[in-house]
């Protein structure tokens, strides 16, 4: 929906009043601890904060990984305000419930804790979860570790935890961007046993 669109409906009929006047934008590292099956990690956690304000004295606030997201959240926040109306409904509103996972899969997990890890989140009633894959293979060749080694160990980790959670659970894992399409393609292959459900960022630059 157009600015102008929006300020129709919201009955102003004043685009001015929407135009942007200001963005204010604040990136932040978030320090955090991971905690599961026995391993501790403490991480920072990339953020950031936007705050767009219009003529009309409207603010949106965003934030998220990405500040293009942050942007396009604060945007979303200020039509909202324009209309009073919450988000939910002007994304169309269509199910009363939404499926979620667990990102449960942690590279930093050897491949018993992973299996350990998984157990857990299913005696706590999750039925959907995701593994992280690729560990930085691309981005950190000054590791030793060859990209083809970094699979091979990938592929033994989800087919464990695919042996070990059963058939019925629902597994998908996520490379965070750090294969080459070449190496996505034989990791797909060697954990098709295990019946993904999707393989989420596959290949450098989300290309």
Same mark, same amino acid.
């Given at each position: ?15 001015? $009043? ?8 604040? !990136? %932040?590292?978030? #320090?955090?601890?991971i905690?599961?099956? @026995? &391993? =501790? ?19 949106g ?10 942007? $396009? ?8 305000? !324009? %209309?009073?109306? #919450? ?5 169309? @509103? &269509? =199910? ?36 992280t894959?690729?560990?930085? !293979? %691309? ?52 954990? !098709? ?5 999707f ?9």
């Amino acid at each position: 929906m157009s600015t102008a669109a929006i300020a129709e409906e919201a009955g102003s009929g004043r685009l001015a $009043d929407l135009e942007i006047a200001t963005v204010e934008a604040h !990136a %932040l590292n978030v #320090p955090a601890t991971i905690e599961v099956a @026995g &391993a =501790r990690r403490d991480v920072n956690l990339s953020v950031c904060i936007c705050e767009i304000e219009t003529k009309g004295g409207i603010r949106g606030h965003g934030y998220a990984a990405h500040a293009m997201a942050a942007v $396009d959240i604060a945007l979303w926040d200020i039509r909202g305000k !324009a %209309l009073v109306q #919450p988000i939910w409904r002007l994304m169309g @509103g &269509a =199910r009363k419930k939404v499926p979620v996972y667990t990102t449960f899969g942690f590279a930093f997990l050897d491949r018993d804790q992973l299996v350990e890890a998984a157990r857990l989140w299913i005696s706590r009633g999750h039925s959907q979860l995701k593994m992280t894959v690729g560990a930085e !293979a %691309l981005q950190r060749r000054d590791t030793g570790r060859t990209v083809k080694s970094v699979i091979e160990e990938d592929a033994r980790r989800v087919l464990a935890v695919r042996e070990a959670v059963g058939p019925d659970v629902e597994l998908f894992i996520d490379a965070n961007c750090s294969l080459d399409e070449y190496h996505a393609f034989q990791l797909a292959q060697a954990i !098709a046993p295990a019946r993904i459900g999707f393989f989420e960022e596959p290949i450098a630059e989300n290309d």
